[in-house]
Structures are given as structure tokens and as C-alpha cells.
């Protein structure tokens, strides 16, 4: 399994489609193929590493908060 790292460079929208129940976000990235460890280095599980600024994670919450807000704006109220 190929593993990579992706620094995130910029985020520059978000939707969601309330048929698939899926929230798409575009962004700029860097992605790059992580280095496999080396005999000084211990072993590892398989994983791909997605890393970016506070700023940027902040970005990222906010805009998942409001997709996820739309999403429960839309299913129908209960009558209980």
C-alpha cells in the first residue's frame, strides 16, 4: 500500500448533496509519497498524513460545521 503526505495549502469551498449524504470540499495540496521507514526508524502502520496550519483546521471546522447545519436544516422534524 502506497502511503503519502498531504500539506494543505489552501481551502476554497465547500458542499454538500443531500443525495448522496456526502460533503465535497475543494482545496489546493501538496500530496507527496511518504518514505517508507528505514532500519533506524520504527516500524509503522500504513497511513497517509493530511497536515495543516491551526488557521487551516479552523477553516476546515467551520466549513464542516455549516455542511453538517444544511444537512439537519433539510431532514424533516420530528412530531414527538
Known amino acids: 500500500m502506497k502511503t503519502y503526505r498531504i500539506e ?3 481551502f476554497k469551498s465547500a458542499a454538500n448533496s443531500a443525495q448522496r449524504g456526502t460533503v465535497s470540499l475543494r482545496f489546493d495540496a501538496l ?3 511518504q518514505k517508507a521507514a528505514g532500519d533506524d526508524e520504527p516500524a509503522r502502520e ?3 498524513v493530511m497536515e495543516m496550519s491551526e488557521a487551516d483546521a479552523r477553516v476546515l471546522l467551520s466549513l464542516l460545521k455549516k455542511q453538517l447545519a444544511d444537512f ?6 420530528s412530531r414527538f
Open 8 to 10: 494543505l495549502q489552501k
Open 72 to 77: 439537519d436544516g433539510r431532514k424533516p422534524k
Open 31 to 33: 500530496v507527496l509519497p
Open 46 to 48: 500504513p497511513a497517509s
